[in-house]
Nanobody, 121 residues
Framework: QVQLVESGGGLVQAGGSLRLSCAASGRTFSIYNLGWFRQAPGKEREFVAAIRWIGDRRNYADYSDSVKGRFTISRDNDMNTVYLQMKSLKPEDTDVYYC???????????WGQGTQVTVSS
């Protein structure tokens, strides 16, 4: 099993920045990609960004169009941690942000408990 714990959420004004962290433990060698998703009450979970954790194409990263150019995903394999640096935050970025792990060839199946991000206008 893999355990994922997010931290770093909070309240920030529009235009501000936050950095989210996701600490992974357990069978981390089974993770191929680590991603960030977000979800507001009553809405579907939305993909935000993903990064290759182990394996080929170690520089692989992907972003949703809504965050491209504002958010940066990075990893520290020694610390078993993935980060999401968020800049130029907008009120519409307000959501619960989840870290998720994806085994190779599988869907995302490991999920953290989420961290709340609130952007005030």
């Amino acid at each position: 099993q893999v355990q994922l714990v997010e931290s770093g959420g909070g309240l920030v004004q529009a235009g501000g920045s936050l950095r989210l962290s996701c600490a992974a433990s357990g069978r981390t060698f089974s993770i191929y990609n680590l991603g960030w998703f977000r979800q507001a009450p009553g809405k579907e979970r939305e993909f935000v960004a993903a990064i290759r954790w182990i394996g080929d194409r170690r520089n692989y990263a992907d972003y949703s169009d809504s965050v491209k150019g504002r958010f940066t995903i990075s990893r520290d394999n020694d610390m078993n941690t993935v980060y999401l640096q968020m800049k130029s935050l907008k009120p519409e970025d307000t959501d619960v942000y989840y870290c998720a792990g994806q085994p190779r060839g599988e869907r995302y199946e490991y999920w953290g408990q989420g961290t709340q991000v609130t952007v005030s206008s």
